[in-house]
């Protein structure tokens, strides 16, 4: 499907603003970027890079803010209409925040959010 700059920058805030409060307190030093599609990974739906809050220690501090970053083209590649496509994005969402609160690939499989 095709979708808009804009508006998936819309629908990507929607999903961000659907987290639990306490959820989105705990976050710290993350920022969510969109971009096309990832370069070595076409298909990819969204990616976290950082520092874990579960790995952080006492020594964490001077790092740049971890990224989420989601690729407005491959999630709109994955779905045929804006519905299904807001929830992708509130899926890939979940997803990579869950990353940021270190849960790994194969626990978020087997909580149906892989």
């Known amino acids: ?68 970053t989601l690729y407005r083209a491959a999630l709109a590649d994955a779905c045929e209409d804006e519905d299904e496509l807001r929830e992708e994005v509130a899926v890939t969402v979940v997803h990579e925040v869950a990353h940021h609160f270190g849960i790994d690939e194969e626990t978020l499989h087997r909580l149906g959010w892989g």
């Open 1 to 68: 499907m095709e979708v808009g700059p804009e508006r998936f920058e819309e629908l990507v805030a929607d999903a961000l603003d659907e987290l639990p409060p306490p959820l989105t307190r705990a976050m710290d030093n993350v920022v969510v970027l969109v971009e096309e599609r990832h370069p070595e990974e076409p298909d990819l739906l969204g990616l976290y890079e950082g520092v874990a809050l579960t790995e952080r220690y006492s020594d964490y501090g001077g790092f740049l803010p971890d990224r989420i």
